[in-house]
């Protein structure tokens, strides 16, 4: 009996070091294959390729273009040269008696070359527009925005993960209790069977005990199910085969609280990327404001173009040209759909700056939270710790009067559940401190990721 007890306390002792050496290698697992995280950061790639789509409209737009046009019919134009040089022709004849200057017909001809190419490198380049400068601007903020969203998913990551294996080594700890409390209680059946072959007891005894052990036994079936739930949803955030083996580190014991509440509080709101993400998207607002005010202002565009032109298909000195231009474009009037975009801006702006004020409250009341529970779970190791100690020393003394015949089973098996349950409170008060220290961790950013 004292070797059962030996076990059963042994089970449930602190770790003298805080070790992470398995979980670390699980977390950076975990980092490298969360299948949401890589969509988190595949938008933030793309949100990149876009901000260099932005950066490209500041370089010049340079094509080639190449036509070739076969036409028939269309439009005929009349050059009426024989209607007008015919009289003079005649009259100079006469002078001359002479046939020197013949008649010549009126000329016809279409208004579309039977064929025609034009061939030309065209380059256009932006010389004065706002829009470009600040969509730039606001595509870049889009960008940092997207890569704060992808930094606040890892940190949460991070925190799941750890809670997920504690949560997995607690169920792991409780089901070893129950087995290790079961050999306690098939002793005790093997007792009361013997001692009713041997006319020691009545029946109800056996009964009893046979209840216990039933009852255990179903104890332990929820204890199973829970552990492969744990173990099935921390392997899900690790992206591995929900069925696969999680290695165990030893029996972690509980970090101290080295930070106050008022440290924790700055150190959130400094490093919180929640925050960054809203900032992002409000400095983009305020560009988009910027970007509406200056549509009113004119925008000009150099172009020039340098080819070939003529009705066969070929590229001399006769056919080259060259064309350079300005283009200067002016919206006077466009029906005050300038000015609603910019009030909706504003409106926007306004929006984001109480959703940046709400959110720093809401980081503030979450460090609080966590910090105080991490508190009581502090609080809860201790008491936890004292009950067990309080629970062993009484199944002690009423397993004693047991065995020499001065305490009933009633008695035995009530000292020997409230020992369980005791032991069972420590282990969950010890798993669930190391859960509050991982969100304090990560509400407060205690931990870089």
């Known amino acids: 009996m004292l070797r059962i007890i030996l076990i059963l306390s042994i089970s449930i002792l602190p770790a003298v070091a805080f070790s992470q050496g398995i979980l670390d290698g699980y977390i950076r697992q975990g980092l490298e294959n969360n299948l949401a995280l890589k969509q988190k950061q595949a938008n933030y790639h793309k949100s990149l390729e876009a901000l260099k789509e932005a950066r490209s409209w500041f370089y010049p737009n340079v094509s080639l273009n190449a036509r070739y046009s076969v036409a028939d019919g269309g439009r005929i134009i009349e050059f009426p040269v024989g209607t007008m040089l015919n009289p003079v022709y005649s009259t100079l004849n006469i002078l001359t008696s002479s046939n020197d200057f013949p008649l010549i017909d009126d000329m016809e001809f279409t208004f579309l070359r039977k064929t025609e190419h034009d061939t030309k490198l065209s380059v256009i380049q932006p010389v004065i527009d706002p829009k470009i400068h600040y969509g730039q601007k606001i595509s870049k903020e889009l960008s940092q925005a997207q890569y704060a969203d992808a930094e606040s998913y890892k940190r949460q990551l991070v925190a799941d993960i750890k809670t997920a294996y504690f949560s997995y080594l607690k169920t792991l700890r409780l089901e070893q209790l129950l087995a290790d409390t079961r050999i306690l209680v098939e002793e005790n059946v093997r007792v009361n069977e013997s001692l009713y072959r041997n006319d020691k007891v009545t029946i109800d005894n056996v009964y009893r005990s046979n209840a216990e052990l039933s009852r255990l036994d179903q104890q332990m079936a929820e204890a199973r199910k829970s552990k492969q739930v744990a173990g099935a949803w921390f392997n899900f955030l690790l992206n591995r085969p929900l069925e696969q083996e999680i290695l165990v580190d030893e029996e972690y014991g509980s970090p101290p609280v080295s930070i106050d509440l008022l440290a924790a509080q700055t150190m959130a709101l400094n490093n919180r990327e929640e925050l960054d993400m809203l900032e992002s998207y409000s400095n983009a607002n305020d560009y988009l404001i910027s970007l509406n005010q200056t549509r009113k202002l004119p925008s000009l565009i150099a172009a020039v173009d340098y080819g070939y032109q003529g009705t066969d298909y070929v590229f001399t000195d006769r056919y080259d040209y060259v064309l350079a231009s300005l283009v200067l474009r002016w919206d006077l009037f466009h029906g005050f759909e300038n000015r609603a975009r910019i009030s909706q801006a504003r409106i926007e702006r306004d929006i984001r700056q109480d959703q940046i004020r709400e959110t720093r409250n809401q980081i503030r009341l979450q460090v609080i939270q966590a910090y105080y529970d991490l508190e009581?779970?502090?609080?809860?190791?201790?008491?936890?710790?004292?009950?067990?100690?309080?629970?062993?020393?009484?199944?002690?003394?009423?397993?004693?009067?047991?065995?020499?015949?001065?305490?009933?089973?009633?008695?035995?098996?009530?000292?020997?559940?409230?020992?369980?349950?005791?032991?069972?409170n420590l282990i969950i008060s010890k798993y669930d401190y190391l859960i509050k220290y991982a969100e304090l961790e990560r509400v407060a950013c205690l931990e870089k990721k």
């Open 376 to 424: 009581a779970a502090q609080l809860s190791i201790q008491a936890a710790d004292e009950e067990l100690q309080s629970a062993r020393k009484a199944f002690q003394v009423i397993n004693k009067k047991y065995s020499e015949g001065q305490a009933n089973l009633i008695e035995y098996i009530d000292a020997r559940t409230t020992m369980t349950s005791a032991e069972q």
